[in-house]
């Protein structure tokens, strides 16, 4: 048997449960609650039980669930169209045996929806989205949308280095419902202006989405220039904004002046977790912060303060986060990094990756304890 969807409450299970079984398909509904504290466990994890089908009736049910849990998205109240505050980079877990687990990704999903995060951004740096197949990205991105249930917006990382390829995700991540989709540059060879402008906007008219630029220039080889996000930005009009991962608040505003010069409206989020109240104060709209993940806290403080005008509040808490720079240290991918942090701070139980990626050293532990201790995320 195969689990084929993951029900918030025991009313949304036992009507998918009648809308398989009228097409024919058998279904085995499996409780997770806990006799006299059901109420409590559905409350902690969000989760009420899971809907198991036939092995060889897998795909007809997934898709017969997906396509009524996006009828349903459509009849709710629109999340607001301008994507702001803490969206976080969400890490894809797996089990100790490599394969992507289902319950623990749900468990952390809920956990940062309720510690008020604004938003989650699925299979992006921090979500290992190199190291998984097409149909795990697509099974991932269809996980997370239907955990969040339209709470907050869920932005699909479909980066890829084929322009086709990233359409392809672009159109999957609308059919189920996503709030946006964001892609790097197409990386391994060094693309050209023109080839960076033609990418997105392909990407742009291949879906009706909202389209953000992913900007790492760290990792994808080069930079993309202001003046071409502005050029998106002015020709494009569902390209709505950027994640800007660069170590640079000048590159940020001149990115945040030349796009607003031709879209007041358009999206300027950084990437670097340390830049957030820098960000907000130049009038930017907010962070993807991979230690959001195991620290979300801080960050969400620094949102509401800045916002409601107490500067002093919202600095005395990005000092809390300054040493963040030396969690990111070790000569590991940040993903290695900030799920190690996550077993220290008794969020998961092991910080399995997939080779190559490979765990950090003991000393590389040492030092990243330390350091967490420092945050007061450790003892």
């Known amino acids: 048997m195969r ?13 998918l449960q009648g809308l398989l079984e009228e097409a024919g398909i058998p279904v085995v509904l499996r409780s997770r609650q ?50 702001g505050g803490v969206i976080v980079p969400v890490v894809t877990l797996f089990d100790e045996g490599g394969a992507i687990d289902e319950p623990a990704n749900i468990r952390h999903l809920e956990w940062l929806i309720g510690q008020g995060v604004h938003g989650l951004f699925a299979l992006g740096t921090a979500g290992e989205f190199t190291s998984l197949s097409r149909e795990e990205r697509q099974a991932f991105a269809e996980l997370v949308v239907r955990t969040a249930r339209g709470r907050v917006p869920v932005l699909v990382g479909v980066s890829s280095p084929w322009t086709e390829e990233a359409i392809a995700y672009a159109e999957h991540a609308e059919s189920i419902g996503a709030s946006g989709v964001a892609a790097v540059l197409p990386y391994y060879w060094i693309p050209p202006d023109r080839s960076i402008y033609e990418h997105f906007r392909l990407l742009s008219v291949g879906t009706s989405l ?17 003046k071409l996000v502005a050029r998106l930005a002015a020709e494009r009009p569902n390209v709505v904004g950027i994640k800007d991962t660069v170590d640079s608040i000048a590159h940020i505003q001149e990115t945040l002046t030349l796009a607003r ?5 358009f999206t300027v989020l950084c990437g670097m ?48 986060l300054a040493p963040v720079p030396a969690i ?34 003991d000393d590389e532990r040492r030092r990243l304890r330390r350091t967490l201790a420092e945050m007061g995320v450790t003892r």
């Open 34 to 83: 806990i006799p006299g504290y059901a109420e409590v466990v559905e409350s902690a994890t969000g989760v009420w039980g899971d809907l198991l089908v036939p092995d060889e009736r897998e795909a007809e049910a997934r898709e017969l669930v997906t396509g009524y849990l996006t009828s349903t998205l459509e009849t709710r109240p629109a999340l607001s169209e301008k994507l």
């Open 261 to 265: 010069a031709v879209r007041p409206d």
């Open 210 to 226: 909202p389209v953000y630029v992913y900007n790492f220039p760290a990792l994808t080889g080069r930079s993309i220039p202001p």
């Open 273 to 320: 977790d340390y830049h957030l109240l820098n960000t907000i104060l130049i009038g930017g709209d907010g962070c993807v912060p991979g230690s959001a993940n195991f620290v979300p806290g801080p960050f969400v403080r620094i949102w509401t303060s800045a916002t409601e005008g107490r500067v002093t509040d919202a600095a005395e808490d990005a000092r809390s």
């Open 3 to 15: 689990t084929v969807h993951t029900a918030g409450d025991e009313a949304e299970a036992l009507m």
């Open 328 to 361: 990111y240290g070790a000569d590991a991918p940040v993903f290695v990094i900030v799920k190690e942090a996550m077993v220290m701070a008794g969020l998961i139980l092991h910080a399995t990756t997939r080779p190559p990626a490979l765990p950090l050293t």
